[in-house]
């Protein structure tokens, strides 16, 4: 039985501008792009959320929701010092940590370094020193695997911690709404509610064939995890992400460009809102095209020199649009990803004049 923590910061960008300027303190603070720009919300502090404000939120409907936000640009340097502080914490406990993000990790203190067989008590210690190192708290989820800790952690937010006992587990998973169920998307929920699923128990019921059949590959995935089953281990990360995407698939085919474009303009926000979570900044962008009749094709444009915000990436990818026959022939899916990342990328970020000439 492994005794798994997962560590996730409290707001991490809003929290780290507000202990370094704490004028900011008890304000709506929004990190990402200027309320007048195209910008998308990279963190928003937890006073800024009892607006509605969340990540990935347009800049621009941010400031509608609340006008006195603190609109502040992003600092990478400064929170990767930060998440090198917290990572070292980690090391003293154990050496199998997963990094999702500067912000969160899962880590193993199955066999640890200090001799200690709660996993509570050794969460609870993490979180004591992050906060004496640091100044800023973090929340915490122990449980058996990474499933229950990935969603523990986010029960007691901001500043607390769950724990979810193996004789506990199933029961929790029963109650838990599917759309609370990592791995499930808004996409996801809508049509599993559409079968009756609601949460957990309902998930239960259905058989395996059923789940592979109208899920695909997650199929299995569901099946476990509705009865508290994940074997997924911690593993050590070594390499640079190659490649972050999006996509969509359309209910009914599109053959209106300016409909396409605003698809377009939705996709790259999300991949800048998981840039900025992840710090990843690459050089091309690749657009992903499958007309209706199920031909796919593949267009990309790279650069010398990072890409890193929203703009930027939305601009990239209409003009690899304009450059196909989409808004001529009717286009069932469209994705935008980002690749070519820089190992050196966080020493500087980088602003850049695009040849925007595909």
Same mark, same amino acid.
């Given at each position: 039985m492994r005794k798994i923590i997962h560590i996730d910061m409290d707001a991490f $960008?809003?929290?780290? +501008?507000? %202990?370094?300027? *704490?004028?900011?303190?008890? /304000? *709506?603070?929004?990190? =990402? !792009? %200027?309320?007048?720009?195209? !910008?998308?919300?990279?963190?928003?502090? /937890? +006073?800024?959320?009892? /607006?509605?404000?969340?990540s990935a939120m347009p800049c621009s409907q941010a400031y509608r929701k609340c006008p006195q936000t603190i609109f502040?640009?992003? %600092? $990478? +340097?400064? /929170?990767?010092?930060?998440?090198?502080?917290?990572?070292?914490?980690f090391y003293q406990y154990s050496d199998l940590i997963e990094p999702l993000s500067l912000d969160e990790a899962y880590l193993d203190v199955t066999q640890n370094k200090v001799a200690q067989g709660s996993a509570t008590i050794i969460a609870q210690e993490i979180r004591n020193k992050i906060f004496e190192c640091t100044g800023l708290t973090a929340s915490a989820g122990v449980s058996y695997n990474k499933f229950l800790a990935k969603i523990a952690s986010d029960i007691n937010k901001p500043n607390g911690i769950k724990v979810i006992l193996p004789e506990q587990g199933e029961a929790f998973i029963a109650e838990l709404p599917i759309g609370k169920f990592? =791995?499930? !998307?808004?996409?996801?929920? +809508?049509?599993?509610?559409?079968? !009756?699923?609601?949460k957990g128990a309902d998930l239960k019921t259905k058989s395996l064939q059923f789940l592979t059949q109208n899920f695909g590959s997650s199929g299995s995935y569901f099946y476990d995890v509705s009865r508290g089953i994940d074997n997924r281990e911690v593993t050590i990360s070594n390499g640079l992400r190659k490649t972050m995407s999006n996509e969509t698939t359309f209910s009914t085919d599109i053959d209106d460009l300016d409909e396409l474009l605003t698809h377009i303009s939705g996709l790259s926000k999300k991949i800048a809102d998981d840039c900025a979570k992840k710090d990843l900044h690459g050089k091309t962008i690749i657009l992903k095209v499958k007309y209706d009749n199920f031909q796919q094709i593949t267009r990309s444009k790279t650069f010398r020199q990072i890409i890193n915000d929203y703009e930027q990436i939305y601009s990239v990818s209409k003009n690899l649009l304009l450059n196909t026959e989409a808004g001529k022939r009717k286009v069932r899916l469209l994705g935008v990803g980002i690749s070519s990342f820089d190992d050196q990328q966080d020493n500087q970020m980088v602003q850049m004049d695009l040849d925007l000439r595909v």
């Open positions: $960008f809003a929290s780290v +501008e507000q %202990r370094d300027n *704490p004028s900011l303190y008890g /304000y *709506p603070v929004v990190v =990402g !792009g %200027r309320p007048d720009s195209r !910008g998308v919300v990279a963190a928003a502090s /937890y +006073e800024a959320r009892q /607006y509605g404000i969340h502040v640009k992003p %600092r $990478f +340097e400064a /929170y990767k010092k930060v998440s090198q502080q917290i990572r070292q914490i990592y =791995g499930i !998307g808004k996409v996801t929920e +809508e049509k599993m509610k559409q079968m !009756g699923i609601y």
